[in-house]
């Protein structure tokens, strides 16, 4: 099982990117990739840009990535209640990319993590309400509120035990998907 693992943030200390790493090491016997967004930036989208230029390259790098992947896990950040600009330009030209869905079929876990109580509910209700028509095969979402009272940044860790828990039941959900899809 391959395991591909995004956080919707460009941030070096997002926490999203640490809840998302976390969250993928709790796959047993499975290849897993983290990937980081700075490796895909591209210019702003821009339908100029594309008639000149086509889309980018990183673009369709990104694609192979979710194509390569056997489950998806996306933890985004929110920023001012939906994707942060990093995320949604990526998004933005991946859906340009001509015969595709964005996340093409790929049973998902979608995730945010926030400092405040909602845990990025805005970011959550608008990639929920989104994805599917671009391809987003959402099989569970996980909120993690309260980040820095929530997650042990030294452990890399979910501290809080009711959190953790309800975690690991949504991945164990995700992964019998995958492996009934295999069958």
Same mark, same amino acid.
């Given at each position: 099982?391959?395991?591909?693992?995004?956080?919707?943030? &460009?941030?070096?200390? $997002?926490? *999203?990117?640490?809840?998302?790493?976390?969250?993928?090491?709790? @796959?047993? *016997?499975?290849?897993?990739?983290? /990937? =980081?967004?700075?490796?895909?930036?591209?210019?702003?989208? !821009?339908?100029?840009?594309?008639?000149?230029?086509?889309?980018?390259?990183?673009?369709?790098?990104?694609?192979? !990535?979710? =194509?390569?992947?056997?489950?998806?896990?996306?933890?985004?950040?929110?920023? &001012?209640?939906?994707?942060?600009?990093? @995320?949604?330009? /990526?998004?933005?030209?991946?859906?340009?990319? #001509?015969?595709?869905?964005?996340?093409?079929? %790929?049973?998902?876990?979608?995730? $945010?993590?926030?400092?405040?109580?909602?845990?990025?509910?805005?970011?959550?209700?608008?990639?929920?309400?989104? @994805?599917?028509?671009?391809?987003? &095969?959402? %099989?569970?979402?996980?909120?993690?509120? +309260?980040? &820095?009272?929530? +997650?042990?940044?030294?452990?890399?860790?979910? $501290? *809080?035990?009711? !959190? =953790?828990?309800?975690? !690991?039941?949504? /991945? #164990?959900?995700?992964?019998? %998907?995958?492996?009934?899809?295999? #069958?």
């Amino acid at each position: 099982m391959k395991v591909l693992a995004i956080a919707g943030s &460009n941030s070096a200390a $997002s926490m *999203n990117k640490q809840l998302v790493a976390y969250a993928s090491t709790q @796959f047993e *016997n499975a290849e897993v990739e983290v /990937i =980081d967004l700075d490796a895909f930036e591209m210019p702003i989208y !821009k339908h100029e840009r594309e008639l000149t230029g086509g889309v980018p390259q990183e673009a369709k790098d990104f694609a192979a !990535k979710i =194509d390569g992947a056997d489950i998806l896990l996306v933890s985004l950040a929110e920023h &001012n209640g939906t994707y942060s600009t990093a @995320f949604k330009n /990526i998004f933005d030209w991946v859906s340009r990319i #001509k015969d595709r869905t964005v996340w093409n079929e %790929v049973p998902m876990l979608l995730m $945010s993590a926030a400092p405040g109580g909602r845990g990025g509910a805005g970011v959550l209700e608008a990639a929920t309400k989104r @994805f599917p028509f671009h391809g987003g &095969n959402i %099989v569970e979402t996980f909120s993690l509120p +309260f980040f &820095n009272d929530n +997650f042990d940044k030294a452990a890399q860790k979910i $501290s *809080n035990e009711e !959190k =953790d828990s309800e975690l !690991k039941d949504k /991945i #164990k959900k995700i992964a019998a %998907v995958e492996t009934i899809l295999e #069958k």
